[in-house]
Structures are given as structure tokens and as C-alpha cells.
């Protein structure tokens, strides 16, 4: 069955980075919107990063434009998150998520099919 599996998530200081890796199997990236979304402690989910199909074209969250940065790698069948210039604001349990229909459906829960268990990433000093 389709299965989406993350994992690089720790503690880490602020300044530092991280990469997160989001392996999937019964199905291929290639042919899914692929996104990245965290869900800090008594808040809500917010989407963080996603990448189209294509993998030509991405979106990034304001709160981390500049710093974090999605790929896909259609041989492994995985997509990456790389978390540079950590800060504390971006503590939370990072999950990721598969759509035909994901990508530029601004973070619509309805537009995925598949989503993993969640990776926690902790910045603190």
C-alpha cells in the first residue's frame, strides 16, 4: 500500500540545519504535488514547502523563504527538506504529504492523498 515516511528530524541549536527526507513506496513522486507541513504545539498545521509533479516548481512558506529549500529525487522516490539558519519559531513535528491535485491548492488538507507519521524537530539552545 502507498506509504510516505519521514525521517532527519533532532534537536538542533539555532543557526543550525537540518534535512528532512520524506521516502515514499507504492506509488512514485514523479506523478504527485509533494508538500511538507508542521504543526507546532497547541497550533495549527501549516504548510511549509511544497513541490509540484515536475519538480520544476516549488513554494515556500514566507516564514521560511530564504531558508529552507524542497527537492525531489525521483530515483530514491523521495523528497527532501533542507533547514538552514534554524531558529526557534520553527520547533514542531514536520509531516509530509502526497496529492495529484497538491500542488497550488493552497495547503487544502482535500487535495492529499497520502501523508506521513511526522518527524519532530526541536531547535533549542
Known amino acids: 500500500q502507498a506509504q510516505l515516511v519521514e525521517s532527519g528530524g533532532g534537536l538542533v541549536q539555532p543557526g543550525g540545519s537540518l534535512r528532512l527526507s520524506c521516502a515514499a513506496s507504492g506509488f512514485t513522486v514523479r506523478a504527485y504535488g509533494i508538500s511538507w507541513f508542521r504543526q507546532a504545539a497547541g497550533k495549527e498545521r501549516e504548510g511549509v514547502s511544497c513541490i509540484s509533479s515536475s519538480g520544476r516548481s516549488t513554494i515556500l512558506a514566507d516564514s521560511v523563504e530564504g531558508r529552507f529549500t524542497i527537492s525531489k529525487d525521483n530515483v530514491k522516490n523521495t523528497v527532501y527538506l533542507q533547514m538552514n539558519s534554524l531558529k526557534p519559531e520553527d520547533t514542531a513535528v514536520y509531516y509530509c504529504?502526497?496529492?495529484?491535485?497538491?500542488?497550488?491548492?493552497?495547503?487544502?488538507?482535500?487535495?492529499?492523498?497520502?501523508w506521513g507519521q511526522g518527524t519532530q524537530v526541536t531547535v533549542s539552545s
Open positions: 504529504a502526497a496529492g495529484l491535485k497538491a500542488y497550488g491548492s493552497n495547503w487544502r488538507t482535500a487535495a492529499y492523498d497520502y
